[in-house]
């Protein structure tokens, strides 16, 4: 289980512009470097994230092998109703992990 | 009777100079924080862009496992938010078992030795790395204190010469950045203010952020004074 930190807001006004924040951690070992022995490192990397607000996909992103290790992704999203965001972080070798956190909005 | 005054005007003195360095407030030093502009400030205040978090967190999960058939930190250090407060900001600090100055990850490692009764973690393992980020989050924002310790005079007069030595292929001391072009930062006594002499190639601070060698042997003489 990879580590997350997430930072999204707990609660907010109808309509309000939030900004979500995560951070996870992943090697994202890109698949062109050489280990100690000579050979090169398999890739291993996140391809996809996903953010779903009551189910409903409201962000994703593809990854790529230039992104850094740890990728830190931001993006806003307009509250309308109360409820939960999941997360999902997808990759190589069966990479999945989900993140849940709920909001209420007056 | 001649010697008896004689003595008590040295303790008289040693305890002027005691209290002259006492009141030598407020701090001088300043962290590097400080010469930052306002937005690096907030980008390095926001803990959530900062990966280092994620081995902090890593060290509040380490702090309350059992290792093997042994007990966690928390059964001796309880919780570290109060019993390792500060403690991160005197490390390298004098071990008298090992007779050799120790840092902090070295110090974690002898716990586990000593009263643990486990296996060393690897240096810079993820494991060993999170217990120190998170014990040095404890002491986060507090000044540097540096131990007081009498053994750590020689080392540190050691660490000093390495800084001050010339090396490699520019042939740069550490001082020739780090102290000489020091004055970038005006007149407010910038030489008190960027890290002097640090220790050598295990990095920080083997030596405290002292501003002249005079701050050093009162520092060394008022530890001296208290035993």
């Not at chain 2, 209290?19 to 924080?33: L, N």
């Not at chain 2, 407060?85 to 716990?111: F, H, M, T």
């Not at chain 2, 040095?136 to 020689?154: C, F, T, V, W």
């Not at chain 2, 080392?155 to 390495?162: A, L």
Request: overall charge neutral.
């Amino acid at each position: 289980m990879a580590r997350t930190l997430i930072h999204a807001p707990t609660t907010a006004r109808k309509g309000e512009v939030m900004e979500i924040r995560t951070l996870i951690a992943h090697p994202m070992e890109t698949g062109y470097r050489a280990g100690s022995d000579g050979r090169t490192l398999p890739r291993d990397i996140i391809r996809r994230f996903a953010c779903r607000y009551n189910g409903e996909l409201v962000f994703s992103a593809d990854l790529y092998p230039a992104i850094s290790a740890n990728p830190y992704i931001a993006f806003n999203v307009v509250a309308n109703a109360s409820g939960s965001f999941s997360f999902t972080w997808e990759g190589d070798n069966g990479f999945a992990q989900t993140e849940n956190a709920t909001i209420t909005v007056a | 009777m001649r010697f008896r005054f004689a003595s008590i005007a040295a303790m008289f003195g040693l305890l002027c100079a005691s209290s002259v360095f006492a009141q030598a407030t407020p701090d001088k030093r300043r962290s590097g924080f400080d010469t930052m502009s306002a937005r690096i400030q907030s980008m390095q205040s926001d803990d959530l862009q900062n990966p280092g978090m994620l081995w902090v967190a890593d060290g509040e999960v380490l702090w309350k496992k059992i290792f093997g058939i042994s007990f966690s930190c928390a059964h001796c250090h309880n919780d570290a938010k109060q019993s390792m407060k500060g403690v991160a900001a005197k490390y390298p600090d004098w071990d008298p078992i090992e007779n050799r100055p120790v840092d902090l990850s070295q110090r974690i490692n002898l716990c586990r030795t000593r009263h643990q009764l486990v296996l060393p973690l690897p240096p810079e393992s993820v494991e060993l790395l999170g217990l120190e980020a998170y014990v040095a989050y404890q002491s986060r924002g507090m000044p540097l204190a540096p131990s007081s310790a009498k053994e750590l005079i020689e080392p540190r007069e050691r660490g000093r010469r390495q800084y001050e030595q010339r090396i490699g292929q520019l042939n740069l001391s550490c001082g020739q950045c780090h102290d000489e072009r020091d004055d970038r930062t005006g007149d407010l006594g910038a030489a008190a203010v960027r890290p002097r002499r640090v220790g050598g190639a295990q990095g920080h601070a083997l030596d405290p952020l002292l501003g002249s060698d005079d701050e050093v042997r009162a520092l060394v003489e008022v530890g001296d004074a208290h035993g």
